[in-house]
């Protein structure tokens, strides 16, 4: 059965809001100011002048498919989804059997593909041991579908071979006149034998000095001096990097949430932040979750956040970023559902509101409000401006009033190239 959405409110690249509606099956099928009529058997849905919203995609997520398939890949995808978190991509570091071929792509789609709740893409792994090879076998893995390839120097995990800095050149040189897109994990081991911020630094800088045409992602940036060097050089190559959610929650609204292994220093460069926000100079937003993952400490650099974060993630960017301290709602959006979204060739399928999308939707209400567990340093509890009341994912009603109903999540494969971080195309 058609579903017909009315009377509903989505953004506009102004601060105005446009009321339309929407006709979908498992895609958008026509969106419209005027009325919408079909002889076909719809079911209505009265939004009664509540927004409409993308669903949000999280760049990188660590399910630890090992360990947690059963219960954690569950619950955190479930987490995710009553966030509005529609979409993730599966960045897993700790895994015994990596993503190196089509066939392991293929033997997650068999073994994994009904545990979800939202839908999920996954990121792929170089096999180094596959020399001379390795370039040849990545380029297969990527030519069928999957949203990136992890490179890592240092490896937390036996199984999965750190690349070398010459390795990553040599790489990169092989493949470079594709778009195949490459994410970055680790530290300069010759600057430090664990994580700091300088150790990463370095390594993103002689990541850079190897670099050819590909695009690049840093998996995250806790530090402003690396947001800043990164932000500069992006200019001139194609690289984005993500900053966390949870450091935003803790460093900027001095909210009482335990401290992620690596601490960061946003603290002392709010306004700076505040500035990169509403100038759109903050490519990518994410929540870093993770289900628990047993590490050394010298690996504290590829652990996560707890997923019951996600829960409130997007709504805490709408109240705290959008209603509070007025960054554009357009630019919210594209950190947390529209970027992402380019970045993993996955746009305009997922992270948009446009005829052809997958009908991921978050119904936002912002006259109401949200109550969260959470609480200021001060000791004042958390109450967000605004709610989340509904969530479809692929034209499913899947959540109502942050209660799961129906899991509907699959793994889905990259279809597209990513865009370039400055690519100018938008839904909005």
């Not at 709504?315 to 705290?320: A, H, R, T």
């Amino acid at each position: 059965m058609f579903k017909l959405i009315t009377n509903a409110y989505i953004p506009t690249k102004s601060a105005a809001l446009k009321k339309v509606n929407v006709l979908f099956d498992q895609q958008i099928i026509k969106i419209t100011q005027d009325d919408i009529v079909t002889e076909d058997v719809v079911e209505i849905i009265d939004l009664d002048g509540k927004m409409l919203l993308p669903g949000a995609v999280d760049i990188h997520c660590h399910l630890n498919q090992d360990t947690n398939v059963k219960s954690g890949t569950p619950g955190l995808t479930q987490s995710a989804l009553c966030g509005g978190w529609t979409t993730l991509a599966d960045m897993d570091f700790y895994t015994s059997r990596p993503i190196y071929r089509p066939q392991d792509l293929d033997r997650h789609d068999q073994s994994i593909n009904n545990l979800f709740w939202c839908d999920v893409a996954l990121w792929g792994h170089v096999d180094m041991d596959d020399y001379p090879y390795y370039a040849e076998t990545a380029q297969e893995l990527w030519n069928v579908g999957i949203v990136g390839l992890i490179v890592m120097n240092p490896s937390p995990n036996d199984k999965i071979t750190a690349l070398s800095y010459t390795e990553m050149m040599d790489l990169f040189l092989k493949i470079y006149a594709y778009d195949t897109l490459f994410s970055f994990s680790g530290y300069d081991i010759e600057v430090n034998s664990t994580y700091t911020p300088e150790a990463h630094i370095s390594a993103v800088k002689k990541l850079l000095r190897r670099m050819q045409e590909n695009p690049i992602h840093i998996r995250q940036v806790s530090h402003y001096a690396t947001l800043e060097f990164i932000n500069t050089i992006s200019k001139r190559s194609d690289i984005s990097c993500a900053l966390k959610i949870p450091d935003l929650m803790r460093e900027i609204s001095a909210l009482d949430i335990p401290m992620y292994p690596i601490s960061s220093d946003f603290a002392s460069f709010v306004e700076e932040l505040e500035l990169l926000l509403k100038t759109n100079k903050i490519y990518v937003l994410t929540n870093l979750a993770s289900t628990p993952i047993p590490h050394k400490s010298e690996h504290i650099c590829f652990t996560g956040e707890d997923d019951s974060l996600m829960r409130i993630s997007v709504c805490y960017i709408l109240s705290e970023f959008w209603k509070k301290r007025k960054v554009p709602l357009a630019t919210c959006l594209k950190m947390i559902s529209e970027n992402p979204a380019k970045r993993l060739g996955l746009y305009p399928r997922k992270g948009s509101i446009t005829v052809g999308a997958d009908a991921d939707f978050i119904v936002f209400d912002q006259n109401s409000q949200t109550d969260t567990s959470l609480n200021y340093r001060s000791g004042d509890a958390l109450i967000l401006e605004g709610a989340i009341t509904d969530i479809y994912l692929g034209g499913e009603h899947v959540v109502h009033n942050n209660k799961p109903l129906a899991r509907k999540g699959h793994l889905i494969r990259r279809t597209a190239s990513p865009k370039k971080r400055h690519n100018t195309q938008s839904w909005i």
